[in-house]
């Protein structure tokens, strides 16, 4: 059973403060780098929270060094918990009435914090987000990205989220958002390696009512930088908290647009390498696993796919060889042909 908790606010809010939040881990690389950009923005009016997640190189040395420096970066040095650990202390530390994310590898464009600020303030929005090259990546050249407001059927939001449809997608860092928003992301007492933005931001849509883009590229993400590659337990395990979550934010009756998402983007692949792990791993996910692999089977498309899945889950175990053969013969056929 999963554990969630509510972070638990200390201070008032503080009207036009914007509370930025660097999870930082081991970074003495890139983090002056990514500081820096915070200390040169136009806009003034902020706070960095910058989260020592128990660094054992020296990077707990330079976010000293930043806080003496600069009253508005509030060094807090905690124990290693990960980012989702980390951005929750951040937030129960913060004042300000909007809240901004801040990888400890990327940096901000000068003008980041001034024309979110402008922008969710005029529209009064929820939350608002700028464009990114992550995003453009996965975004149609050609579509154009307007203001909106979010749809009165929650499912819709969470949809809009899970699919890119209106380019804004799950990522928390190039989004400001509300700290009333925020404050109503339930965090899981779990020390989470992979998919901390989702976790996060599909509980923000929900919540949400209204949204607003800013059509340029303001903040700048390093594909890769100091983060650590995600294993597949760490990738099940993620799955398995985003199946809890919609859970609870439909009350235990998840609307079937979002089933059919969910397995789609993610069961399927879950299913294929969870029954390549060895018994031994599987165990420890069966119990949140076995519903969603059931629904993963019943939902899939691809017969030959389908019947190695379904075997699999009897417990016969032949079936992948097999599923990587007929790949790699249509391939090879393919290619000759």
Request: charged share 25%; hydrophobic share 40%; with cysteine.
């Amino acid at each position: 059973m999963i554990n969630y908790e509510l972070p638990q606010m200390k201070y008032q809010e503080q009207k036009g403060l914007i509370s930025v939040i660097v999870p930082i881990y081991n970074n003495e690389i890139y983090l002056k780098e990514c500081l820096d950009s915070i200390f040169v923005q136009t806009f003034t009016n902020w706070e960095a929270l910058l989260i020592d997640d128990g660094s054992t190189d020296n990077t707990g040395k330079i976010v000293d060094e930043y806080a003496k420096k600069d009253s508005r970066f509030i060094a807090i040095h905690k124990q290693n918990g990960g980012v989702l650990s980390a951005r929750k202390a951040g937030l129960e530390n913060s004042k300000g009435e909007f809240i901004a994310n801040l990888d400890h590898d990327d940096t901000y464009h000068q003008q980041y914090l001034e024309k979110m600020y402008e922008k969710i303030t005029e529209t009064g929005a929820d939350f608002v987000w700028c464009k990114n090259q992550l995003e453009a990546d996965h975004v149609d050249a050609n579509y154009h990205v307007t203001d909106y407001k979010w749809n009165e059927d929650k499912s819709k939001n969470i949809e809009i989220m899970l699919t890119l449809a209106q380019g804004v997608s799950w990522i928390t860092w190039d989004k400001l958002i509300k700290r009333e928003i925020y404050a109503k992301v339930r965090f899981p007492n779990l020390n989470v390696i992979f998919g901390e933005d989702p976790i996060q931001m599909l509980q923000v849509a929900y919540n949400s009512n209204s949204a607003a883009f800013i059509p340029e590229n303001l903040y700048f993400h390093k594909k890769g930088g100091a983060s650590t590659r995600p294993n597949i337990i760490s990738v099940i395990q993620t799955v398995i908290i985003i199946d809890d979550i919609f859970k609870n934010l439909f009350n235990g009756i998840v609307p079937e647009n979002i089933k059919n998402l969910f397995y789609s983007r993610f069961c399927r692949r879950i299913a294929y390498y969870y029954y390549r792990l060895d018994k031994n791993k599987r165990k420890r996910f069966i119990d949140g696993l076995k519903p969603l692999l059931s629904e993963s089977i019943k939902r899939e498309k691809n017969l030959s796919l389908k019947i190695c899945l379904f075997l699999a889950n009897k417990r016969i175990e032949f079936p992948f060889m097999l599923w990587e053969s007929i790949k790699n013969f249509k391939s090879n056929f393919l290619y000759f042909h």
